[in-house]
């Protein structure tokens, strides 16, 4: 672990054998229960890839968390919601005859019938060979995305047709509606509306360049972090950090550089040489420098491009779960406070290289680039 810059700081409590980095009964529990043989996994290699899918899809992030909680039949339906010791009646608020489950919900509901019967996507509710919600829309989303790409417009509209069919639930079950096709056709296109919105309003740079995490098990849409006073949007002025480790010498470098652009930036960048216990030391060092190099120079807002995975998981706790960058992790976010905006970003290896390059230089040289 590294030291604190500051004398001030206090110690604090840290239970290192959960991912809430807390110590309870019930984490007591799970250290206590866990098998400490072969990691499993309960996720097919077709599902595993299927998840990643969902990340590469160009929509909204609350569509995309929508789709993941379906995926795992962690959608708020009453059967899931009697299932999690909540009394309420299981009884479909629509046709009054079975059970509100995900399957009867979005696929087999006399609405949900007529909404696939009215879609133009011919769509098979009673599709044969589907026995769960789960490999149905798996079945369809791939289809879409073989035959149109990412950018699927029918990918978008079954996936609308979903939102609507939840919207209507939640207008039934909340509002008193009726939740008639009528609602669920509104609802579809006020959905395709924002799609589109969401489309022009993503820059294409930052979408290609944004990472697909190798974890299906975390649910889509938390690839960045907003760490200033603005918590939407990306920032003009971009930055990608990297930092490079010797295990043996326990030598660090990092670096950082200003991504090409169209805005008027030159293209500065700067590095040093130090020490790190860990790799994920040595990164999280790059992204602090970064930061406060930004800020010497005047910038309001920055978005910091990033490849690990780590450094932005932890960044997301409070306190992170790697005890060895928790300074750094606290220094970091008070950098990114002060500017108007700030984001750190998770991309794809080939996206820092250069920041790469400085960092191995100025670590096999022992030389600071500034």
């Not at 971009?238 to 550089?257: P, Y």
Request: with cysteine.
């Amino acid at each position: 672990m590294e030291l604190p810059q500051s004398n001030e700081e206090d110690d604090f409590l840290y239970w290192k054998y959960h991912p809430s980095v807390r110590y309870t009964v019930k984490t007591g529990y799970h250290y206590l229960s866990k098998d400490w043989g072969l990691e499993r996994s309960t996720f097919l290699a077709r599902d595993q890839e299927f998840v990643k899918l969902i990340w590469r899809l160009v929509i909204q992030p609350k569509w995309k968390v929508f789709l993941w909680r379906l995926f795992h039949d962690g959608i708020a339906v009453k059967f899931n919601l009697a299932r999690r010791g909540i009394r309420v009646d299981e009884v479909c608020d629509h046709c009054g005859v079975d059970l509100e489950d995900s399957q009867h919900l979005f696929r087999f509901c006399i609405l949900a019938k007529e909404v696939w019967e009215d879609s133009s996507l011919t769509i098979f509710h009673d599709s044969p060979g589907f026995n769960s919600l789960k490999d149905w829309i798996q079945h369809y989303i791939l289809l879409f995305n073989s035959e149109d790409g990412k950018h699927s417009n029918r990918c978008a509209l079954f996936i609308s047709s979903l939102w609507g069919l939840w919207k209507s639930r939640n207008a039934r079950c909340f509002k008193d509606d009726t939740g008639s096709i009528s609602l669920v056709r509104e609802f579809i296109h006020l959905a395709m509306d924002d799609h589109e919105t969401f489309k022009h309003q993503v820059r294409p740079s930052i979408v290609l360049e944004v990472n697909d995490l190798d974890h299906p098990t975390i649910p889509p849409g938390y690839n960045y972090g907003h760490l200033g006073k603005e918590k939407s949007g990306f920032d003009d002025f971009i930055v990608e950090a990297d930092g490079s480790w010797d295990k043996k010498t326990t030598r660090a470098g990092i670096g950082w550089a200003i991504k090409d652009n169209h805005h008027g930036f030159g293209l500065d960048q700067g590095g040093k040489h130090g020490a790190a216990a860990l790799v994920i030391q040595s990164e999280a060092w790059a992204c602090l420098e970064a930061l406060k190099w930004a800020r010497a120079k005047g910038r309001q807002g920055i978005l910091l491009l990033s490849d690990s995975l780590g450094l932005l998981s932890n960044l997301r706790m409070d306190p992170g779960k790697e005890i060895s960058i928790a300074w750094l992790l606290k220094e970091i976010k008070e950098v990114g406070a002060s500017f108007q905006r700030c984001t750190i970003l998770k991309v794809q290896r080939d996206q820092v290289q250069k920041a790469d390059d400085i960092a191995k230089k100025c670590l096999v040289n022992s030389s600071n680039l500034l």
